[in-house]
């Protein structure tokens, strides 16, 4: 058999109405070689090539399943429904995977990446992409309609008959567009007879214009008023409206006798002029309803309103384009337009004889029109007329897409025409053919002039009479007849007329209308007469002029014949139109065509030219071209009488340049068969000649198509016809043209490349080499039919001769186009596509060992890397070689190898990778995806066998990829996309025997490949996000900085974004291209894409309609490609962007299968030890398996996910954790190997081994987190059943299960920065939130509205509940069941590690054997969830502290929930370090130095007890850890060794030695900002031994230098006489539903010392006081006494601030019952805070002293101030009474211990304290001073001597209402009886209580007497009378006490 096929199909029926020239020509055709030719190109059937253009039968299409993602809880569903079954979520999903892909999980990746797979328009993209069109059957027109005529109301009453015409008419041309099409309209009461059964008219037209109308002339029985007695004014007037019984009697009567007819009425119709009708039939503008004119602005005049029903468009109008069911735009010309009606209500009156400037002239029309109306309705046909029309058949539009969206090529050879040849016409299947065809065919006046090759045989003359001037007022009319000759004048003229019905018999005469007494008469009849084949000279017209009297009363009226006219035929033809007066001779005689004749007869008016006619030609037979009709002449005498070329002939071949292109291209077929009918059965000369003519001729044709063309390489359609449909050189019994044809363009290319001059043809001859390669193949496949078939494809072994000739002629194409691809790249192009497809064509003709010659040939001129352009040669050349039909079965060149053209054409492509120019990288990219998508669509190829061999043919480009990686690297993101998918088809297809030897090759190629599918999996990631309008992922939570991200797999793999913006570049580009369209086509969202495109562009781009491009215009703006690709997706129909979501899911998740198919594969292999697994540690499955699971993957994954993954972690668990070791862990192992040692040690146990396993399992356990975080729950059980599987295996094979918590803490953190973790509660009810567990918890709590208003997120919710069910075992094991695994996966099981491990653990002590063997049990899995959840509700606590500043900037709050975070991630140091730094921060900006420096201080300790955990460095000890601990106390954690293990990886990677000096430092600096030295010199001398280390004494000396200025800093402050105070302390309560999570609650603030009462109180009213207009403002509580929350208003808020003291002392607090320790000295941390509150028993707060009661508040805070945050909660408070003694007790004994403890300090560091031992702080001030005083009474040096002066002035002057004096005064009476002193109201004091006061009294007195002493021995001679003063005022001062106390001096010396 033959692969092309040649098919005779029989030519459709002729459209129209026109003549069968059959029995006129046949006869002369064989005597007429010229005229056999026409009869051949217009009748004879289409001779095509089947499968010329490729054949395509696409594989049916697959059902793509909705895949259903995970998704945000909050979101709705993907597809399906939710509903709640016992508090539990379940998802019922309505779709199921398609599983019907045999052993494989999904299918094809390439099927979902080009789910439109568009053979067409993929293969239109080749240079000069040759298209097949549908063969010609009739002229291409613009525009066709039809005219049907309803019906015609005459007002008077229709009694006679009433006949018209109508035609096209041109206004501004003033004639005839079109020929007349007749009708008539009879009386109802006329029996017999009825209305002219032809009603519709079909007119077409080139271009709509303006002055184009519908001309309707009515005409009745000829008749006068004396006759009949009617005047013609009864069809005008107004009254009486209609004619009487007599009137229409006599009417009726007359027409019946009457056989001629004379003008009535007429009208013209506008039919495009949108400005007159509001649009017609759809050809103006867009209008419906109905739309009147007056008849004044109508062209032509419509007499009265014309009413327009219906609507329609046409292009170019502002007509709504028509969109289909699928969203494309269908131009409204192919799918026609609704009838449109019209009504005429009255025609103008016919009075006289009318012109054409009366036709045009509103002026001359009669005020009286003619009360006629009729009424029409237009139509607009569907498609442009004809078949002609071109146009690619086949290629898959919108309507071809079925329910799945995928394009349908099933059966679209693109050239079997033979089922297209039945719609004759070739309009839409849909529409009805006989409809169609129903109705008179007006011929078109315009296709004579057209450049269109004729479609039928016509031979036609239309005549016109236009006026006879005759000297008197006759009654005329004209017949016309044809005459063959003049001899006799009584035989019947040639039946050659056509009569006004249709169907009718042809006539011998036809007859005009009747001009009644007018001079000139004029006439408007058309006379269409059939011309005879061959016309002779004796052919003549003859013109009778007739005058009928009406006058006369007879029932007939006789003509009598008054003239005669004659027009030889010759004259008419010599043009296509013309113009004629005549002379009018009275009589005739025989041979009046004889010039002896005619000077015998006797002319009207002398014989001067008084009859004027016009003619019109019509034929399809003879040309207008002399030179053209000599050319047909010399052909017929050179077939008939000699076969040797004649000088004439040559000369007329050569004449055939200056003929005009009009009618070349008329007759085109016919010419280029007779030239190739020379060239191929003729002499050399006569072959050259012919040869250089037609090229010629197909030149000019082609260029005639260029200014129409957008395409300059486009093929002229005409010459496609005829290669395609017309040439046939054996079915004209001729002998093969493609040996002449090859051999003369051989010659005349050879005589060019010697230097030879050719002239002009030789360059056109390479513009239409084309068209001379394709009439070569067709004329070698048309001599292969002749050939006897067999059961095997047939090919033609061309002779040494013919293909050493193709050979020459093919190599100097080749040079031509590496001549022209820089001087002229346009011809290049279109001469390189032309030999692509001459080689393609071969394929199938000739047989494959000469066709692989040329192939070589061409590609061994364009070797390697090319030059841009040539190489663009090369790549398309082998894009239409390898896309032939028969490429798979094409064999090799050789014996080892299969297939020749898959070898050069993967070479090439990858070759093309690494060309320096993108265009060319892309397009070898593209080339490989169609190719392999080709494959995977065609029918053909479905079977298993022939699948695996075809991806064995393209596996060696997947090992070219492997070899040369970098040049894959170096390609473009769409580029990539494209070869991975390939990649995954062939692999998909390929063995397990062919995969394995692949795999065994090379351990790099391997790894390569695995890199390769994780590339393939973010590449075809499914991200919506990316997609969605407005999408951006969530920042992290907190402020500027945050947890660390998680390396996203785009971000590993260097995965650039789109470059430019598209629908979605995860779909393959013509996929794109379709939704474009339906973008465009979408009519509901023209008006929405107008103003987008308008708003992108700023208004620069005006009347913007569909056609414009919106992704265009988006790449021309500045708009981001995220931005711009949200636009593209909201311009896509509904069904486009359900399609696409649907395709890109598809994508992604048939990629994901198949990488975890082969993922399954190599694992089996390893595990049977087919393929090393020493290389790597099993990277190739923990690569793919990490970027898997951190992708979002649809549930259809899930299912076969789980047990393929429990099965990896079986086989290969030990070897996944025992990954690679890190870059930072070899690097530290190569730095102490060279230093030859260990430098402190190997720290916790662990060897730098496993590492990589550390990063595996973050990565796993971040991934498998996430995922439990979202819906379905399908998704959410899988993730965390995974993530147990995986928790299990790492139990069992990590001996660190600290590390591993850390581990799993890392994670947890990285996936919570990324989620959305507070959400706004939604009013529908849903799961409970656990808003209130998290406020409740929270340290702090928050401020503000806001944060009140928001809860947990459902994603917390789900990842709470996921880790909630971790450690519950029941439930596990039926999800195993689900899941189809054993039960075994998660028992408690320790696997035998081996002979050698058992010893190694023989060695071990049996606690840490223990220890190893309850690894995996619940209660570590529980202990793991404790630890997991506490993150969570952390992470909760701190996201809802951060949402409270969105409505109050409550800095407390930042600090707060910095201070929470560091808290929850305590065991992990890097985490703890992070937040602890963000925490020092926020202090930093509030001007908290001394919390700024605890945060410093806190990471310091972490930072060194890591490094002697680790051993690194052993300059710091335990003593110096107490040290930060004391000052920080919260920093005081109980670090496990085993938390700092994996510090090289992550976790503790902050543990440096560098890191503790810094934040000593910072520590330092912050104190010393605080005016805390004593801190400040304690954090430096901690860096004092490491600097002594190493020798560093440039800091040691710094150091000491900062320290000596510190120490300076202390003395000035405690030698000044005003008191240091660090702080002030506050406590603050927050009541009001406003404070929600602190309502209730009382905090101690730490302020600046600077910070008073006020200050605060603004300060906390502005922070705390945001509130919306309708609420209250914040209240402030004046008073400091309890709170009684429900005492205050409901709806208001209270803030109650009072100040508080720290407690500080010595002694005991004799009414509370507990010490008060004294502080370290320099160290004032507090954790008790006080205040009192007076009072008095009346319920006033201030009274007498006696009076005067005192309440004490103690408030306990949670941890000491200062601390790491500014305030503490209290968490206990006790309130105590103090009555009046007791309060004076207090009074008295305070300024007691104040001087007391003064003369001690100063005592102390003067020195004079030495003798009581120590220092002076560590001992009771009384003993010192006393050891002072027993020391001598020599001088002392005080160094604060003012300050003991100032104390001394306040206590022993005398006061009369305060001070000892006012006490006793209060409590004693005056001059008592006795010894003893005695109350002043015994009944309120017990003796007890007095005594307390007398000793208290006492003691003070002895206190000051010793102060006055040493402040004697202090002063000198200056102050010796301050001294005095002193002394005199103390014994003053004892006086007047001894009068309330008698014996005051005794007690005193006694004390």
Not at 901 to 906: E, K, Y
Request: proline share 7%.
């Amino acid at each position: 058999m033959s692969l092309l096929e040649i098919k005779y199909v029989p030519r459709p029926p002729t459209l129209g109405q026109g003549s069968n020239l059959d029995s006129m020509i046949l006869p002369e055709a064989e005597e007429v070689p010229h005229l056999r030719e026409l009869d051949f190109c217009v009748n004879a059937d289409f001779v095509h090539i089947e499968n010329k253009y490729g054949t395509f039968i696409c594989e049916p299409h697959l059902t793509f399943a909705k895949q259903v993602f995970p998704s945000n809880p909050g979101d709705p569903p993907p597809g399906g429904t939710y509903r709640q079954n016992g508090g539990e979520e379940e998802y019922e999903d309505p779709y199921v995977g398609d599983r019907s892909m045999d052993e494989h999980y999904g299918g094809s990746t390439i099927m979902a990446y080009d789910p439109l797979f568009n053979w067409d328009s993929e293969r239109a993209a080749v240079i000069g992409h040759r298209l097949p069109i549908r063969p010609i059957t009739s002229p291409s027109v613009g525009t066709r309609f039809s005219v049907r005529i309803l019906g015609l109301n005459v007002q008077a009453g229709l009694v006679e008959p009433v006949c018209g015409t109508m035609c096209l008419y041109h206004a501004e041309r003033r004639e005839k567009a079109s020929e007349d099409f007749h009708f008539q309209f009879l009386p109802p009461q006329w029996d017999g007879e009825s209305t002219s059964p032809d009603t519709r008219a079909i007119f077409s037209v080139d271009k709509e214009s303006a002055a184009l109308c519908l001309l309707v002339q009515l005409e009745k029985a000829a008749s006068e008023e004396s006759v009949n007695g009617i005047k013609p004014a009864v069809y005008t007037r107004k009254d009486p409206p209609t004619l009487t019984e007599k009137e229409a009697a006599r009417l009726s009567e007359w027409a019946q006798v009457m056989p001629f007819r004379e003008p009535f009425a007429w009208i013209t119709i506008p039919l495009f002029d949108s400005s007159v009708t509001g649009g017609v039939g759809g050809f103006g503008a867009a209008g419906g309803g109905s739309s009147g004119v007056g008849s004044s602005g109508s062209l032509g005049g419509v007499g009265g309103v014309l009413g327009v029903e219906g609507g329609g468009g046409t292009p170019g109008s502002g007509t709504s384009p028509v969109v289909d069911s699928n969203g494309m735009r269908v131009p409204a010309y192919e799918l026609g337009g609704p009838p449109v009606q019209i009504d005429i209500p009255s025609l103008n009156r016919a009075k006289e004889c009318y012109t054409d400037d009366q036709l045009l002239d509103p002026k001359k029309k009669s005020q009286k029109p003619v009360r006629v109306s009729m009424h029409f309705e237009v139509e607009r046909l569907p498609g442009p007329a004809g078949g002609g029309a071109g146009g690619a058949g086949g290629s898959v539009t919108p309507q071809s897409l079925n329910s799945s969206g995928r394009g349908v090529n099933r059966a679209r050879s693109q050239d079997s025409m033979s089922s297209d040849l039945d719609d004759v016409a070739m309009v839409p299947r849909s529409l009805s053919v006989s409809r169609f065809l129903s109705g008179f065919q007006a011929i078109d006046f315009t296709d004579m002039v057209r450049a269109e090759p004729f479609t039928r045989l016509v031979h036609l003359l239309f005549v016109y009479p236009q006026q006879v001037a005759l000297p008197k007022k006759l009654n005329l009319f004209v017949r016309t007849e044809l005459r063959m000759d003049d001899l006799d004048i009584q035989r019947p003229s040639v039946e050659a007329i056509f009569p006004k019905e249709r169907n009718g018999p042809m006539l011998r005469t036809a007859s005009t209308q009747v001009v009644q007494g007018t001079r000139p008469a004029l006439f408007h009849d058309e006379v269409k007469i059939q011309l005879p084949a061959a016309v002779a000279p004796s052919h003549h017209l003859l013109f009778t002029f007739f005058h009928i009297d009406l006058s006369l009363r007879s029932d007939r009226p006789k003509p009598v014949a008054v003239g005669y006219a004659v027009m030889p035929l010759a004259a008419a033809l010599q043009a296509f139109k013309g113009e004629v007066n005549l002379p009018i001779s009275k009589d005739l005689q025989p041979r009046y065509l004889q010039e002896s004749t005619k000077s015998r007869l006797t002319y009207w008016e002398e014989g001067r030219p008084i009859f004027r006619v016009r003619t019109r030609l019509f034929s399809s037979l003879l040309p207008l071209s002399d030179r053209l009709r000599d050319f047909f002449h010399q052909f017929d005498r050179h077939m008939l009488e000699a076969p040797l070329p004649r000088e004439d002939l040559l000369e007329a071949i050569n004449a055939l340049k200056t003929v005009d292109v009009v009618v070349l291209m008329q007759f085109l077929y016919p010419l280029l068969n007779m030239l190739l009918c020379m060239i191929g059965n003729g002499v050399e000369t006569l072959q050259v000649a012919a040869f250089r003519a037609m090229i010629n001729v197909v030149s000019r044709v082609q260029l005639e198509l260029a200014p129409q063309s957008s395409a300059p390489m486009e093929r002229s359609r005409f010459l496609v016809h005829f290669v395609d449909f017309i040439f046939d050189d054996l079915g004209r019994n001729q002998p093969p043209v493609y040996p002449g044809l090859s051999n003369v363009w051989r010659s005349l290319a050879r005589s060019k490349s010697r230097g030879f001059r050719v002239g002009p043809v030789y360059a056109e001859a390479l513009q239409m080499a084309w068209f001379v390669l394709e009439l070569v193949v067709k004329s070698m496949d048309l001599e292969l039919a002749q050939v006897p078939q067999g059961d095997e494809i047939a090919r033609l072994r061309l002779e040494d001769e013919v293909f050493l000739c193709i050979r020459q002629l093919f190599e100097c194409l080749l040079a031509e186009v590496h001549e022209k691809a820089d001087s002229d790249p346009p011809l290049a192009k279109s001469l390189s596509s032309s030999i692509s497809f001459f080689c393609y064509d071969l394929i199938s003709v000739v047989d494959p060992p000469q066709v692989f010659e040329l192939v070589g040939l061409f590609l061994s001129q364009f070797v390697g890397v090319c030059p841009p352009m040539q190489h663009m040669f090369k790549l398309h050349f082998l894009r239409i070689v390898c896309d032939h039909d028969l490429y798979i079965e094409t064999p090799g060149r050789g014996p080892t190898e299969k297939n020749y053209l898959t070898t050069v054409l993967l070479k090439d492509l990858f070759v093309s990778l690494d060309h320096e120019d993108p265009s060319q990288r892309s397009l070898a990219a593209r080339m490989l995806a169609f190719q392999v998508a080709k494959h995977e669509y065609d029918a053909r190829y479905q079977q298993p066998e022939l699948k695996l061999y075809i991806a064995q043919l393209y596996m060696p480009i997947v090992n070219m990829i492997l070899d040369e990686v970098e040049t894959f690297n170096t390609l473009g993101v769409i580029q990539r996309r494209q070869i991975l998918v390939v990649m995954l088809t062939v692999v998909r297809n390929l063995d397990s025997d062919t995969l394995l030897k692949s795999w065994k090759q090379s351990d790099v190629r391997t790894r390569l490949f695995f890199t390769l599918l994780q590339q393939a999996l973010v590449l075809f990631q499914h991200n919506p996000q990316l997609m969605a309008a407005g999408s951006k992922p969530r920042p992290p939570s907190g402020s500027k900085s945050g947890p660390s991200k998680a390396a996203s797999p785009d971000a590993l793999l260097a995965v650039e974004p789109p470059p430019i913006p598209m629908f979605s570049d995860r779909v393959s580009l013509a996929t794109n291209d379709l939704l474009d369209e339906m973008a465009r086509g979408d009519a509901k969202a023209m008006l929405e894409r107008e103003q987008i495109i308008r708003k992108v562009t700023g208004g620069a781009v005006s009347g913007a309609k569909g056609s414009v491009s919106l992704r265009d215009v988006l790449a021309r703006s500045r708009m981001s490609p995220k931005d711009a690709m949200a636009l593209l997706r909201q311009n896509l129909p509904p069904s486009a962007s359900t399609k696409l979501l649907l395709w890109e899911s598809s994508v992604a998740a048939w990629c994901s299968l198949q990488v975890l198919e082969i993922l399954e594969k190599f694992s089996d292999m390893a595990a049977d030890g087919l393929v090393a697994t020493d290389y790597a540690c099993m990277d190739c499955l923990t690569g793919p398996l990490s970027v898997m699971l951190a992708l979002p993957q649809p549930m259809s994954f899930w299912e076969p996910f789980v047990p393929a993954f429990a099965e990896m972690l079986r086989l290969h668990g030990k070897a996944m954790l025992d990954g690679p070791p890190s870059a930072a862990a070899t690097a530290a192992a190569a730095a102490a190997a060279e230093a030859g040692g260990d430098v402190g040690g190997s720290g916790g146990g662990s060897s730098a081994v496993g590492r990589g396993g550390d990063m595996l399992l973050k990565d796993l356990f971040g991934s498998l987190l996430r995922q439990m975080a979202v819906r379905p729950e399908f998704i959410r059980k899988r993730a965390l059943l995974c993530l147990l599987l995986l928790l299990r295996n790492a139990l069992l094979h990590m001996r660190d299960v600290e590390r591993l918590r850390v581990i799993l803490t890392v994670a947890l953190s990285e996936v919570l920065s990324h989620m959305r973790l507070l959400h706004s509660p939604s009013p529908s009810p849903g799961p409970t939130s656990r808003s209130s567990s998290v406020s409740s918890s929270a340290g702090g709590g928050v401020s503000g509205a806001a944060a009140g208003d928001l809860v947990e997120s459902v994603e917390v919710e789900k990842l709470r509940l996921s880790l909630e069910e971790l450690g519950t075992e029941d439930k596990w094991f039926q999800l195993l069941d689900e899941c189809g695994l054993p039960s075994i996966c998660l028992e408690i099981v320790v696997e035998d590690e081996g002979e050698e491990e058992e010893e190694e653990e023989e060695e071990e002590d049996e606690e840490e054997e223990k220890r190893e063997r309850d690894r995996w049990t619940w209660a570590n899995v529980e202990e793991t969830q404790d630890m997991l959840l506490t993150v969570v509700d952390a992470a909760s606590q701190h996201e809802q502290l951060m949402e409270g500043l969105k409505t109050s900037n409550d800095k407390y709050a930042i600090v707060e929930s910095y201070y929470i975070l560091a808290q929850a991630y305590g065991h992990v140091p890097d985490l703890y370090i992070m937040w602890m730094l963000h925490l020092c921060d926020a202090h930093q900006e509030m001007n908290q130095w001394a919390e700024a420096a605890q945060c410093a201080v806190s990471v310091a300790g972490i930072v060194i007890r890591g490094l002697q955990i680790a051993s690194q460095e052993l300059v710091w000890d335990e003593e110096h850890l107490e040290v930060l601990w004391s000052i920080c106390p919260l920093a005081r954690h109980q670090w496990r060794a085993r938390a700092f293990s994996s510090q090289s990886e992550f976790g503790a990677s902050s543990l440096t030695v560098e890191g503790a000096v810094k934040h000593l430092q910072m520590a330092s600096n912050f104190f010393y900002k605080a005016e805390l030295f004593h801190f400040c010199a304690e954090m430096l001398a901690l860096l004092l031994p490491l600097f002594r280390v190493r020798h560093d004494y440039k800091q040691l000396t710094k150091t000491h230098n900062k320290i000596a200025s510190i120490y300076e800093n202390v003395e000035q402050q405690e030698t000044s006489p005003i008191p240091f105070k660090d702080a002030c302390y506050y406590r603050v309560g927050f009541y009001g539903e406003r404070f929600r999570y602190i309502d209730g609650r009382e905090f101690i603030y730490r302020e600046p010392r600077d910070v008073r009462l006020g200050d605060i109180m603004e300060k906390l009213k502005a922070l705390y006081d945001a509130r919306s207009p309708d609420e209250e403002p914040l209240q402030i509580i004046q008073d400091s006494r309890q709170v009684d929350p429900s005492a205050l208003k409901p709806n208001l808020v209270y803030m109650q601030i009072t100040a508080v003291e720290p407690v500080v002392g010595i002694g005991e607090d004799r009414w509370l019952g507990r010490p008060l320790e004294p502080p370290i000295a320099g160290t004032p941390t507090f954790s008790c805070f006080f205040f009192d509150t007076p009072f008095t028993p009346n319920g006033k707060q201030q009274g007498k002293m006696e009076d005067q009661w005192k309440r004490r508040t103690l408030l306990y805070t949670q941890s000491t101030l200062p601390s790491l945050i500014s305030r503490q909660p209290v968490v206990r408070s006790e309130v105590r009474e103090y009555s009046p003694i007791q309060c004076a007790v207090e009074i008295i004994e305070s300024r007691s211990f104040a001087l007391e403890a003064e003369m001690a300090s100063q005592l102390g560091d003067s020195g004079a304290a030495g003798a009581a031992g120590g220092p002076a702080g560590k001992k009771d001030p009384a003993a010192v001073v006393a050891a002072a005083m027993a020391a001598g009474s020599g001088p002392l040096q005080l160094p604060r001597l003012q300050t003991l002066q100032r104390l001394l002035q306040g206590s022993v002057a005398l006061q009369v209402n305060s001070g000892v004096l006012g006490v006793c005064m209060a409590f004693y009476q005056a001059n008592p009886q006795g010894a003893n002193p005695r109350a002043k109201e015994p009944e309120k004091l017990q003796p007890s209580e007095l005594e307390m006061l007398t000793a208290a009294i006492v003691r003070f007195v002895v206190v000051c007497k010793r102060a006055v002493v040493v402040h004697g021995r202090a002063v000198t001679e200056v102050d010796r009378d301050f001294q005095e003063q002193l002394e005199q005022s103390l014994e003053d001062l004892e006086k007047e006490i001894s009068a309330f106390i008698p014996g005051l001096r005794k007690r005193a010396s006694a004390y």
